[in-house]
Nanobody, 124 residues
Framework: QVQLVESGGGLVQAGDSLRLACAPS????????MGWFRQAPGKGREFVAA????????YYADPVKGRFTISKDNANNTVYLQMNSLKPEDTAVYYC?????????????????WGQGTQVTVSS
């Protein structure tokens, strides 16, 4: 079993930065891919970024490319999402996800383990 705990959310102004962290526990050695998704009020959950176990391959959704950076600390398997130049449309609950398979890192349904989510609110 794998547990994921997100932290780092909060209320910021447009243009500010935040760093989210996802700390896994349990059988983390088997997690081949980890990702971040977000869900804005009244909308479905959407892909934000993902990283493979090697940490050399990353994926980003178009709306966050150039502003967000996903990274992984291989010593403790913690995954980070550095969010710069935040916009009001980035407001959402951000979820960390992990899965032992290599397939479809940008697809919500390809992740088995999920965190409880952390709120990010960006005011204009």
């Amino acid at each position: 079993q794998v547990q994921l705990v997100e932290s780092g959310g909060g209320l910021v102004q447009a243009g500010d930065s935040l760093r989210l962290a996802c700390a896994p526990s349990g059988r983390t050695f088997s997690m081949y891919k980890m990702g971040w998704f977000r869900q804005a009020p009244g909308k479905g959950r959407e892909f934000v970024a993902a990283i493979r176990r090697s940490s050399t391959t990353t994926y980003y959704a178009d709306p966050v490319k150039g502003r967000f950076t996903i990274s992984k600390d291989n010593a403790n398997n913690t995954v980070y999402l550095q969010m710069n130049s935040l916009k009001p449309e980035d407001t959402a609950v951000y979820y960390c996800a992990a899965d032992p398979t290599i397939w479809n890192p940008q697809v919500e349904g390809s992740y088995h383990y999920w965190g409880q989510g952390t709120q990010v609110t960006v005011s204009s």
